[in-house]
C-alpha cells in the first residue's frame, strides 16, 4: 500500500483542461469543538458517525498557493467524517462556485473497481518452487469478486485458492488515500492564500460528568467536573486547540456523514463445502462490529490535569476552551478537569411523592428518596454553570453511594438536585381518611382527605419533604391543609423537619373529578 | 468494454460509453425526492435493417419501464436492461450444463493439470463430472482453478441497454435517450454567519447533489425541480408525471407546462458528477440586514413540570430580494477570539422574496421557564386555572422572554394578571416578560376555559 500511496502523492499536481488544480495536503493548523446535541438520555456509548446527539465542529487553517483564474483546490485530509453541506470556506475574494466531497478511497476494493477493462497482471507462485509467473489480463468485473480475462479466457482469481495475486500499473485517477474535499474557485491576482475551512463531523462529542465527595460534616462536599471528549472517527487531530460547548442547539436528525465503505466485499465465489471459511469471515464481521461497538471505550482514557477554567458565552451557549493545546486521536476518549469547587454547601433531604390513585386509596411504605440538594450559587461555594451530565456521589470515606444523571443544564442560581436513591429507616404510609361527593349529582367532582404518616427511625433529625402529584386529573386542587404548602417543582410541597425517632402526621384534602 | 459487443445474432453496434463524447447532450432533471429524469442524446450508427445496439453508462438505479429511444429514421423492435452483475459466483452458475476447464496443481511439484469437466450442479458446492468421474470441486482443499471460455450473455461488469432497432436508412444519427432513474437526489443548503450585536446574517446557499445511481454523469446539464411534487406524488401519481414528461422529452412544452406549477433551477453550468459522490454548487451569496433574536417559551396547555425549561432561541429574518429553495440552515457565530463556531440548525421552508422566516436555533443555557399550576378548577361550564410562570435568567444582560400560552378553549378569559396580555389568537395570550441580569420574575395569571 506504501507504493501506491506514493503514486497517488505523484498525481497530486495535475492539469485538467484549462484549470489549474492546486492541491492542500494537509491542514496547517486546526481546531475542534466537540458538541452535545442536547439529546439528553444518550451517552457517548451511543457515539457513531451516524448518530446526531454529538458531533464535532472542525476548523482548519489552509495556505494555499493560488493562480489567477479559476482552480480547483484539494483539501486533503479533512475529517473522513465530514458533513459535506455544512462546509464553509472563508479567505477568497470570490466565494467558491462549486464544493466536492469525493471519498473515493484508495483501498483494495476500488483499485479492482476502477481497473473494470484495464490491463493488469496475475502473478502465480509454484507452491514447490516459489517461481512466480507473470501473465497479462483484464479485469471483468470487481464489485462481485474478480473475475480477469486471460486470452480470451475467464478465472476468479479470488476463488480457486492456489497463491495468486494482481498487479497494476498504475492508480486510476481519482482515487485518493485520504478523503478529500474540493472546491472550484476564481481568484484574480495569483498568490498565497489563507483559508479558514469549517465544518460539522459526526463520530465527535463530549459529555460532563461529576464527583461529588462529601465531607465528614454532612453540610458540604467538594465538587469536581470532567469534561469527557471522545473521537469516533478516523481521523486524528494533532495538536489541536480544543474547545467543547455546552447547550441545547437545534441539529437535524438527517445530518450525517457520507459513508465511507473502504472495505471490499467478501467475493461471490462459487459455492463450496468450506464452512469453515464462511465461518470465520462472520466472525471477522462480528468482531469488527464489537469494536466498533466498545471503540469508545477500548483505549484507556488520557487524564490531562488542569485547574478550573470558565465557561465564555457563545451566543446563549457556554464555551470550554481547553487551556492547552491537545492531540485527539482518531478513537480516543479523553478527560480533562474542568470544575474543582471545595466546601460546596448542601442539604440532605428526604423526600416522598405521592399521587392521587383510585385503586390504592391507601398504601404503606411509599418510597422516600434521598437527594443531595445544592443551590449554583457563589454563597454556597459554586454558581458556575453546569453541563447536563452525570454525578457520581461519594461519602466522607470514599465510598461510593449513587448516581444520579443531571439531564438538564444547570444555570447559575437554579437548583442541583442529585437523587442518591431509596431511604433506609425512613417510613411513609398514605391512608385516605375521608372520600365525599359534593351533594350535587350533576357535580362530578370529589374530596379525598389523605392521612400522610412519616416515621423518621434514624438517630439523628432529618428535613422532610412530601410532593404531591396532581397531574392527570382534571380540575385537581388543595382545598383544606393542617399546614400550609408551598410550590416545588411544579408541585404542592410540605416541608417539616424531623427529631430522631419522631412521627409526624400531615392532613390535606385534594378536589378533583375522577376520570 | 468492447469486450460485450460479441455475439449477439444479427448486427450489433457499439455505442460510445460515455454520452458526453461526440455530439451527445446529457441532461438530468432531478426531483429532491429521490428521482431523475435523464435525457441523453447519443449518435447511433445504424446499419440498414434490424440491428442490435447497447448502450453502456445507463443509470444501474433506471427504472426500465419508463425508457424511451427515439431518433431518426429507426425504430424499436425490443428493448432489455440488463444489469445482472458478473461475479464468480454468477459465471459459475451459468455455467451448469456447460463445459469447463478445471487446473489443479500438484503441490508436491507444483505441476499442472488440465482437464475439462462438465458442471453438473451449483447449489451449495460445486458437482463436476470429469469424464466419467463425478466430483465436488475443491473437496480435498487442494487449490483448483476453474477457467470458463466466455462470459455468459447478460452478465455484465456495468449496467447496460440493449435494443433490437430496425433502422430505414444506414448511417450514424443522433439518437434520444431517456429515462427515470433513483439514486439521485437534491437539496439546498444554507451555510449562515450570525452577528446578533449588529443583527445581520451572511447566507452563502448551496445545491447539494448526490449521485448514488450507480454511474457516473459527465458535463450535463443539471436542472433542479422542488415543489409539492416531492411530498404528495406516491407511485401511481408520479407515473403519470413521468409519463408526461418522457413523452416530452424531446424539449416539448407540454413538459415546461408541467414543470411551471414547481420551482425549478436551472445550473448555470455544466455538472459532472461522478458516482458516490456529493457535489455542492454555489446558488446564492447574500448578506441579511434586520436579524432578531428573541426568547420564546410556549406552554402547551395548563400543567406543572418538575423541573425549569430553557427558553428557546429564536431568528427572525427577513428575506430580502432573492427566494429562498426550502434546505437546512446552519448557522455560524464568531466566539470572542473570532473564532466561527456552530450554533444551531434547523429547516428552512420555500421563503419567498421579501417574505419573513422564523427558526429556532436551540435553547438558552441562561433563561428558564418554570411552569406550575398553581390550581385548576372545575367551574360550571368550564375550567379556571391558575398558572405560575417563574422566569430566570443568569446572563449578565436583562432579556425579555415571549411567553405563550395556548389552549383557552372556547370563550377563554382573563380573570386576573400580574402582566398585561394581549390575545396573540382566540385560544392563546402571549406576554413579553423582562427578566432582569441575574435574576428572576414571576408571572401568575388566572383564566377561566369554557367548555
Known amino acids: ?515 | 468494454m468492447r469486450r460485450y459487443c460479441f455475439g449477439a445474432a444479427a448486427l450489433l453496434v457499439c455505442a460510445a460509453g460515455t454520452p458526453a463524447s461526440g455530439a451527445g447532450e446529457l441532461s438530468l432533471t432531478v426531483y429532491n425526492n429521490d428521482l431523475m429524469l435523464v435525457r441523453d442524446e447519443r449518435v447511433l450508427d445504424l446499419p440498414l435493417g434490424r440491428g442490435r445496439v447497447e448502450l453502456e453508462g445507463i443509470a444501474a438505479s433506471i427504472r426500465p419501464e419508463t425508457v424511451s429511444l427515439s431518433g431518426d429514421g429507426f425504430s424499436v423492435v425490443e428493448q432489455n436492461f440488463d444489469y445482472d452483475l458478473l461475479t464468480p459466483a454468477k459465471l459459475m452458475e451459468k455455467a451448469v450444463g456447460q463445459k469447463v476447464h478445471v487446473v489443479r496443481t500438484n503441490p508436491g511439484t507444483g505441476a499442472e493439470r488440465q482437464e475439462t469437466a462438465t458442471v453438473l450442479s451449483a447449489n451449495s458446492g460445486v458437482i463436476l463430472k470429469i469424464g466419467t468421474r463425478i466430483e465436488v470441486l475443491r473437496d480435498d482443499g487442494v487449490p483448483e482453478r476453474v477457467v470458463f471460455d466466455s462470459i455468459p450473455e447478460n452478465l455484465r461488469a456495468s449496467p447496460t441497454l440493449s435494443a433490437t432497432l430496425d433502422a430505414t436508412r444506414a448511417g450514424p444519427r443522433p439518437a434520444a435517450l431517456s429515462y427515470l432513474a433513483k439514486g439521485m437526489s437534491w437539496s439546498a443548503n444554507y451555510v449562515g454567519m450570525l452577528d446578533d450585536k449588529n443583527g445581520t446574517l451572511g447566507l452563502q446557499g448551496w445545491i447539494t447533489l448526490v449521485n448514488k445511481s450507480g454511474t457516473n454523469f459527465k458535463d450535463a446539464r443539471v436542472e433542479l425541480v422542488a415543489g409539492s411534487i416531492n411530498t404528495t406524488a406516491g407511485g401511481q401519481d408520479y407515473r403519470q408525471n413521468q409519463a408526461s414528461a418522457v413523452a416530452g422529452s424531446a424539449g416539448a412544452p407540454a413538459a415546461a407546462r408541467q414543470l411551471a406549477d414547481y420551482y425549478a433551477y436551472r445550473m448555470p453550468e455544466r455538472v459532472t458528477v461522478a458516482n458516490e459522490q456529493t457535489k455542492q454548487v454555489g446558488f446564492l451569496s447574500l448578506d441579511l440586514a434586520h436579524v432578531n433574536k428573541t426568547y420564546e417559551y410556549a406552554a402547551d396547555g395548563f400543567a406543572s413540570s418538575t423541573s425549569a425549561d430553557h427558553a428557546d432561541v429564536m431568528l427572525h429574518v427577513e428575506n430580502g430580494s432573492e427566494p429562498l429553495p426550502a434546505g437546512a440552515l446552519r448557522v455560524y457565530m464568531r466566539d470572542e477570539t473570532g473564532a466561527a463556531k456552530f450554533v444551531g440548525e434547523n429547516e428552512l421552508d420555500h421563503t419567498p422574496a421579501g417574505s419573513a422566516l422564523s427558526l429556532r436555533l436551540g435553547q438558552a443555557f441562561d433563561v428558564t421557564v418554570q411552569p406550575a399550576e398553581l390550581s385548576s378548577e372545575k367551574t360550571r361550564d368550564g375550567m379556571r386555572y391558575a398558572m405560575r410562570y417563574t422566569l430566570h435568567n443568569a446572563k449578565s444582560v436583562p432579556v425579555t422572554v415571549e411567553l405563550r400560552q395556548n389552549k383557552l378553549g372556547h370563550d377563554g378569559k382573563v380573570v386576573s394578571e400580574t402582566a398585561p396580555s394581549r390575545r396573540l389568537d382566540a385560544e392563546t395570550l402571549g406576554w413579553s416578560i423582562a427578566v432582569p441580569a441575574g435574576g428572576e420574575s414571576v408571572l401568575d395569571f388566572v383564566v377561566e376555559t369554557g367548555g
Open chain 1, 1 to 515: 500500500m506504501k507504493r501506491l500511496a506514493a503514486a497517488v502523492l505523484a498525481l497530486a499536481f495535475v492539469l485538467t483542461g484549462a484549470r489549474a488544480d492546486v492541491v492542500s495536503q494537509a491542514p496547517d493548523g486546526v481546531s475542534v469543538t466537540f458538541y452535545y446535541g442536547g439529546k439528553h438520555g444518550s451517552t457517548l456509548a451511543d457515539l457513531s458517525v451516524w448518530s446526531f446527539d454529538y458531533f464535532g465542529f472542525v476548523s482548519e487553517t489552509r495556505v494555499v498557493d493560488l493562480p489567477a483564474g479559476e482552480s480547483t483546490i484539494r483539501f486533503r485530509g479533512v475529517a473522513s467524517s465530514l458533513v459535506p453541506e455544512s462546509v464553509r470556506v472563508e479567505g477568497l475574494p470570490k466565494d467558491a462556485i462549486e464544493q466536492n466531497f469525493d471519498y473515493d478511497l484508495l483501498s483494495p476494493g476500488s483499485l479492482l473497481d476502477r481497473s473494470i477493462g484495464r490491463h493488469v497482471h496475475l502473478v502465480r507462485t509454484d507452491p514447490k518452487t516459489g517461481r512466480q509467473t507473470r501473465q497479462d489480463a483484464i479485469v471483468r468485473a470487481a464489485s462481485g469478486g474478480a473475475v480477469i480475462d486471460i486470452g480470451g479466457k475467464l478465472e476468479a482469481p479470488q476463488c480457486g485458492g492456489p497463491p495468486e495475486r494482481l498487479e497494476f500499473d498504475e492508480v486510476p485517477a481519482g482515487l485518493t488515500a485520504t478523503p478529500t474535499f474540493s472546491i472550484r474557485a476564481n481568484v484574480a491576482a495569483a498568490g498565497r492564500y489563507t483559508l479558514k475551512l469549517t465544518y460539522i463531523a459526526m463520530g465527535m462529542g463530549w459529555s460532563a460528568s461529576y464527583v461529588a465527595r462529601i465531607h465528614p460534616d454532612g453540610r458540604t462536599l467538594d465538587l469536581l467536573g470532567w469534561i469527557t471528549l471522545a473521537n469516533d472517527g478516523d481521523t486524528s487531530f494533532h495538536d489541536a486547540p480544543v474547545d467543547v460547548v455546552a447547550g441545547n442547539l437545534d441539529t437535524n436528525e438527517w445530518d450525517h456523514a457520507v459513508p465511507i465503505d473502504t472495505n471490499m466485499p467478501p467475493p461471490q465465489c462459487w459455492p463450496l463445502e468450506d464452512w469453515e471459511a464462511t465461518l470465520k469471515r462472520e466472525a471477522w464481521l462480528r468482531r469488527l462490529a464489537e469494536v466498533r461497538q466498545v471503540g469508545v471505550y477500548s483505549s484507556s482514557p488520557v487524564t490531562a490535569v488542569s485547574s478550573d477554567f470558565d465557561a465564555r458565552p457563545l451566543g446563549d451557549y457556554k464555551l470550554y476552551s481547553l487551556p492547552e493545546r491537545t492531540t485527539v486521536a482518531a478513537h480516543q476518549t479523553k478527560q480533562v478537569r474542568f470544575l474543582e469547587r471545595r466546601d460546596v454547601a448542601f442539604e440532605r433531604m428526604y423526600a416522598g411523592e405521592v399521587a392521587i390513585d383510585p385503586d390504592r386509596p391507601s398504601e404503606a411504605d411509599q418510597p422516600v428518596i434521598v437527594e443531595y440538594r445544592m443551590k449554583n450559587e457563589r454563597a454556597d461555594g459554586l454558581g458556575v454553570p453546569l453541563p447536563a451530565g452525570t454525578i457520581s456521589l461519594q461519602d466522607g470515606e470514599g465510598r461510593f453511594i449513587g448516581e444520579h444523571t443531571l439531564d438538564d443544564d444547570t444555570p447559575v442560581g437554579a437548583p442541583v438536585v442529585a437523587d442518591a436513591g431509596g431511604a433506609l429507616d425512613v417510613f411513609l404510609h398514605r391512608r385516605l381518611v375521608a372520600s365525599q361527593k359534593m351533594g350535587d349529582p350533576r357535580d362530578k367532582r370529589v374530596r379525598d382527605t389523605f392521612e400522610i404518616t412519616v416515621r423518621n427511625g434514624k438517630p439523628v433529625a432529618i428535613p422532610f419533604a412530601l410532593y404531591q402529584e396532581l397531574w392527570g386529573y382534571e380540575g385537581a386542587r388543595i382545598v383544606a391543609e393542617d399546614r400550609p404548602h408551598g410550590m416545588d417543582r411544579g408541585l404542592p410541597m410540605w416541608s417539616f423537619n424531623l427529631a430522631p425517632e419522631e412521627t409526624a402526621r400531615l392532613r390535606y384534602t385534594v378536589e378533583y373529578v375522577p376520570p
